[in-house]
């Protein structure tokens, strides 16, 4: 392996990229590929795709016995599945959430005609600061929903001391915490209901998938048959619904990801790991710390660059490392406050959200999982490295030659 020493060898200078292939983020984990295809073999042996099939079952009952949930309900997406649990709990009027989050969070509200307002995070976590929240209550306020980011569990006791001193309804997007803990008790027990996703670049994957987990009998019931659209039996409806469902397919490469789990979790980990011991002692940079005392899943390698500290900024470290086919990304970035229809609806809800427009232009996710082998990490973290390290020389020439060719990778979306 060809370690960049120079900053002239930097692909974004004209050097050679450090990876012949792009590496993403969010690359999905497979499990046992035979496991599968003995599964999709048998589902069309049995002529039973979807609607509430043996693999579904056997997949929400895996589920609820690895979190110790007692109702598990497998969805087709992560983002129905929040809509769903949003009805299911009768939330209206508004709804305080982080805007630090995939804009699902919010959409799932909107698309509803209940309002997201959004809260501010604590920098150290990531998540939903409660104090904010409590500030944020108003006589319109039905409901809290924290999202445990990066798999990092949200303040889950504070937040529910809060929503029963106001009555108010907890859910927890958990759509990163799927197999993570919070003082030793699984996510997924949490508030009324806890929302996971299981799309193809998350821990375990469904291709498409989520689901709803809850201890609550009567909760559990009706989101079941809101899932369904409603239904109760052949010919009776009992709710507006939707449909929900999982397929088959899904829950079988769900089933195949279950299979691996304790793999998967060892490769994020032992990645996590290299990343931190090659990038600890680095100034200007922190990579974001995991409780290990925790269960954890280590599915995000999560970077923040101290722009007041180095000479180059979030942006200028992510165009070197696009040039050298290393597809980082920014997530949450701009956070959901200046995404349209938010940003329109509520022009100058940043004032209120310092440490979120802080963090959206410090954060970095950078590629891991089982696609990502630990001579890669060296070569990422080198090149971090070497940017750092030099990090003035480097901005004197991206600033020259953006000023011969501006370039703006960030805007192309790589498939
Ligand atoms: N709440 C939170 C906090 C969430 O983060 C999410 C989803 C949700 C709710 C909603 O859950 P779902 O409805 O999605 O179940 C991705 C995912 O699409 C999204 O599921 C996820 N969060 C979000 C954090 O990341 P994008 O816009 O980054 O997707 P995309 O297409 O750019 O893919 C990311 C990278 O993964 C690419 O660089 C390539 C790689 N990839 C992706 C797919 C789909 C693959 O290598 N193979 C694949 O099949 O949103």
Not at 7 to 27: C, M, N, Q, S, Y
Not at 175 to 204: L, P, Q, W
Request: hydrophobic content about 40%.
């Amino acid at each position: 392996m060809t370690i960049k020493n120079r900053v002239e060898e930097l692909a974004r200078f004209g050097g050679i990229p450090a990876f012949d292939t792009k590496l993403h983020v969010g690359r999905p984990n497979i499990g046992q590929r035979n496991s599968f295809l003995e599964r999709i073999n048998d589902l069309l042996e049995r002529k039973w795709l979807s609607n509430n099939g043996l693999y579904v079952q056997e997949l929400e009952q895996r589920i609820a016995e690895l979190t110790g949930v007692k109702h598990c309900i497998a969805m087709c997406n992560g983002t129905i599945a929040l809509e769903i649990a949003i009805r299911a709990c009768e939330l209206t009027g508004e709804v305080i959430i982080p805007s630090f989050t995939f804009i699902a969070t919010a959409h799932a509200l909107q698309w509803q005609g209940i309002r997201p307002v959004f809260c501010d995070i604590d920098p150290r976590t990531h998540t939903l600061n409660p104090l904010g929240v409590e500030a944020m209550i108003t006589p319109n306020t039905t409901g809290i929903i924290g999202v445990h980011l990066w798999g990092y569990p949200c303040d889950v006791e504070t937040l529910a001391e809060i929503s029963q001193k106001h009555n108010l309804k907890l859910i927890f997007d958990a759509a990163h915490a799927f197999g993570c803990s919070y003082k030793g008790r699984m996510i997924g027990n949490f508030g009324d209901a806890e929302v996971f996703s299981f799309h193809a670049t998350k821990f375990i994957n469904t291709f498409e998938g989520g689901a709803i987990v809850t201890n609550d009998d009567d909760l559990a019931s009706k989101i079941r048959l809101m899932k369904n659209f409603g239904f109760m039996g052949y010919d009776q409806v009992k709710y507006i619904g939707t449909n929900g469902k999982m397929s088959e397919v899904s829950a079988a490469m769900g089933l195949t990801n279950l299979e691996s789990l304790d793999e998967i979790v060892a490769v994020n980990y032992r990645n996590y790991k290299q990343y931190q011991s090659q990038l600890v002692d680095l100034p200007c940079v922190q990579l974001f710390t995991y409780n290990e005392a925790e269960k954890c899943n280590y599915q995000y390698i999560v970077l923040e660059i101290d722009e007041a500290k180095t000479q180059i900024n979030r942006e200028q470290l992510l165009e070197i490392l696009w040039a050298e086919n290393i597809l980082a990304r920014r997530y949450f970035y701009p956070g959901c406050h200046r995404m349209e229809p938010y940003v329109s609806y509520f022009p100058h809800s940043g004032l209120l959200l310092p440490e979120t427009e802080n963090l959206v232009k410090r954060v970095l996710i950078l590629p891991t999982g089982t696609s990502v082998n630990s001579e890669e990490i060296n070569k990422i973290c080198s090149i971090i490295r070497l940017v750092i390290e030099q990090s003035f020389e480097v901005r004197k020439l991206l600033e020259k030659t953006n000023e011969q060719q501006p370039k703006n990778l960030l805007n192309e979306k790589i498939i």
